[in-house]
């Protein structure tokens, strides 16, 4: 039997810059209840979820930049209230994405509030269960993304040694 009430599939962001050495996150409040998010919204048509996670960027908060890997940071769920007042499960792809530009107009400019926080205070301000842990993710590894040439010659240096 086909499932009535089908899993959305959306995709999001967790957008970052390197500000004097340090990792910062953009948050911003959801349209309708203000509490703290990342950039996230429906696959459409043909498009590829990574491609579908920039356009939520910009759309939402005005960010372009560069998905750092076609490979997911993580998945969450969670419930979707729509417009209806059904609530639907939906499944999130969040990718990594570094921004290289903060535009001055975008689509949903005015509807939210954006913040640029770090990691720490990420991990603070979001509820949303399932985002948090992905939040910790480039806690993980900030430096290497704060200092990718060193990153690159720790890497190469590694390898030698082996």
Aim: hydrophobic share 35%.
């Amino acid at each position: 039997m086909a499932a009535t009430n089908p899993i959305l599939h959306q995709a999001g962001v967790i957008a970052y810059r390197i500000l004097d050495g340090k990792v910062q996150v953009l948050l911003m409040t959801s349209r309708d209840t203000g509490r703290w998010i990342i950039p996230k919204g429906n696959i459409n048509g043909r498009s590829t979820p990574s491609k579908a996670a920039e356009k939520e960027a910009y759309e939402e908060a005005g960010v372009r930049g560069t998905i750092t890997s076609s490979i997911p940071l993580g998945i969450y769920t969670y419930f979707k209230q729509l417009g209806s007042g059904e609530a639907r499960e939906a499944a999130v792809e969040v990718y990594l994405l570094r921004i290289r530009e903060q535009l001055k107009k975008w689509p949903e400019k005015g509807e939210r509030n954006l913040s640029w926080v770090s990691t720490k205070e990420a991990v603070d301000l979001v509820e949303e269960p399932g985002v948090v842990p992905l939040l910790r993710r480039p806690m993980e590894f900030e430096e290497a993304l704060a200092n990718p040439k060193r990153r690159f010659s720790d890497t190469q240096r590694a390898r030698r040694s082996r």
